[in-house]
């Protein structure tokens, strides 16, 4: 079935340039979807994060009641902690999560900025909060909130423009980027301007995801034409908000990929399987993007649609099976009965 379905994505992977853009409308076959989903957990509040301890168990941040939950792939849900300083507003609250060995490190909205902390994990104790980055825009839309770490070993943490676009555009400010830095919060090394900036021109990037070549792509929220998936260069420029999707401007880098916003909203991205994963909130379905070998987006494939209502979380279990977190408790969705709910899939 595993390479019936590599072939069948073969060949719905259409050749584009770095600056292409694909029209949503390609079906899959019963033999291509992927694995009916699963409950893992059930009755959650708009679960933001998930990120994999070294054991197997999840850590999951639920954005509105500040929780950061261990939950383990049997569905055992215990709460580690209620995060003090969070501070919930509109999209910002507990977001991202990421987990190097016995750190964790969590990007939230406290009273005066967006922030990122590094905890220390022992058992399920959290302790020794130490603030690595502070001073990220914070606003009641378009606070980002994803970290992740690379390839590299460097943090990766994706920053919103609160509504203000011109931030975007602006090298000495942390809102609308991609920042990249070490385990402390300093600038990592080659960063292109010195500072925690890696790139700019964004409106708000909620997903990130690395190929097995060490490509990195966001998901990125547009406005009122269209969401995007971005191939991210170091010192790149990607538009926002002069431009939305493809804008053909020298200045600028094109998307990859573009949808309508009906579509999409993209937010939690995992690479798995020759393909990127994408959750979508506004659109209600879980979008399978096929890569090629150059990086560049095939004809995406839904699944998922209308099922289980907003999805935004995803991520890739140790055992290569996709989680993904429903958010039909933030206030824009209809919540089912066992909502928020996780899922778990197999690509």
């Not at 301890?53 to 792939?73: C, F, I, K, Q, Y």
């Not at 003090?84 to 750190?103: K, S, W």
């Not at 021109?201 to 269209?226: C, I, K, T």
């Not at 790149?236 to 999409?264: C, H, K, M, Q, S």
């Amino acid at each position: 079935m595993r390479k019936l379905w590599t072939i069948m994505l073969m060949a719905v992977v259409t050749a584009c340039s770095a600056g292409g853009e694909v029209s949503p409308t390609a079906s899959v076959s019963a033999q291509a979807a992927p694995g009916e989903p699963k409950d893992v957990a059930t009755n959650l509040s708009v679960p933001w994060g998930i990120a994999f301890l070294p054991g197997g168990d999840a850590l999951v941040t639920e954005r509105d009641t500040a929780r950061l939950l261990r939950v383990s792939p049997a569905g055992d849900v215990r709460e580690l902690a209620t995060i003090e300083g969070v501070r919930p507003d509109g999209e910002g609250g507990l977001m991202g999560v990421a987990v190097r060995g016995d750190q964790v490190f969590l990007y939230y909205t406290a009273e005066q900025d967006n922030r990122i902390v590094r905890y220390r994990l022992t058992g399920d104790t959290l302790a020794e909060p130490r603030v690595i980055v502070r001073g990220i825009p914070k606003g009641g839309i378009h606070n980002g909130g994803r970290l992740a770490f690379g390839p590299d070993g460097h943090l990766y943490a994706t920053t919103g423009e609160v509504g203000d676009g011109e931030l975007a555009q602006q090298r000495d400010s942390l809102g609308g980027k991609i920042l990249r830095m070490t385990p402390d919060g300093a600038p990592a090394p080659g960063n292109p301007f010195g500072t925690l900036v890696y790139s700019y021109g964004h409106r708000n990037v909620q997903g990130l995801a690395w190929d097995p070549s060490g490509r990195l792509y966001a998901s990125e929220f547009g406005a009122n034409a269209y969401d995007e998936i971005n191939l991210i260069r170091a010192g790149a420029n990607y538009g926002w908000p002069e431009v939305e999707g493809r804008g053909d401007d020298p200045r600028f880098v094109n998307p990859i990929l573009t949808w309508t916003t009906a579509e999409a909203s993209p937010s939690g991205m995992v690479y798995a399987d020759g393909s990127l994963w994408v959750g979508a909130l506004r659109g209600e379905r879980l979008w399978q993007v096929p890569l090629g070998q150059d990086g560049s987006a095939g004809r995406p494939v839904a699944h998922l649609t209308d099922r289980y209502g907003r999805l935004r979380a995803v991520a890739t279990a140790p055992d290569g099976t996709l989680w993904v977190g429903t958010s039909n408790k933030d206030g824009r969705g209809s919540p089912r009965q066992g909502d928020d709910r996780i899922l778990s899939l197999t690509p």
